[in-house]
């Protein structure tokens, strides 16, 4: 008897960014919009093999990253964050109800190594939000 998969309509696999889009990356202007355009595609042909993938209906959103990286080397998550934007705002775009101003939590993790790398995209309803205050933090 086979095991049917579950799917997670909030979950999403998409290909590990150019580090071209770094934050980081000396290259051409024009070069850098080749490459994002490149990746806004790959984006877009991960949402439709997915088939189900919708973001949660909530007025706040929780971003959880999930790095799985090509090789062992060394990186910075603020370099990634930035080379995500291309791929970010492209979910996004997708949906006439929804923009990312309305993530106000990112949990970023890194995962296993695998081959050409690959990041796990996952959005979650905020239940509760409450602005910070600046005055609590001094």
Avoid at 30 to 43: G, S, W, Y
Avoid at 47 to 65: C, E, M, N, T, W
Avoid at 91 to 107: C, G, K, N
Wanted: hydrophobic share 35%; aromatic share 10%.
């Amino acid at each position: 008897q086979k095991r049917r998969r579950r799917m997670n309509n909030h979950k999403l696999l998409i290909h590990f960014p150019s580090r071209i889009l770094s934050g980081n990356s000396t290259a051409h202007w024009r070069r850098k919009a080749e490459v994002k355009k490149i990746e806004q595609l790959k984006t877009l042909e991960a949402i439709g093999k997915h088939g189900s993938f919708y973001l949660p209906d909530a007025l706040y959103i929780v971003q959880r990253i999930l790095f799985f990286p090509p090789d062992k080397r060394k990186r910075d998550d603020d370099n990634f964050m930035i080379a995500l934007k291309a791929a970010r705002d492209t979910i996004f775009a997708q949906s006439d109800e929804h923009d990312d101003s309305q993530i106000r939590l990112t949990i970023i993790e890194w995962g296993e190594v695998c081959k050409g790398g690959a990041v796990g995209l996952e959005f979650s309803p905020l239940v509760e939000y409450e602005k910070e205050r600046v005055k609590d933090w001094e």
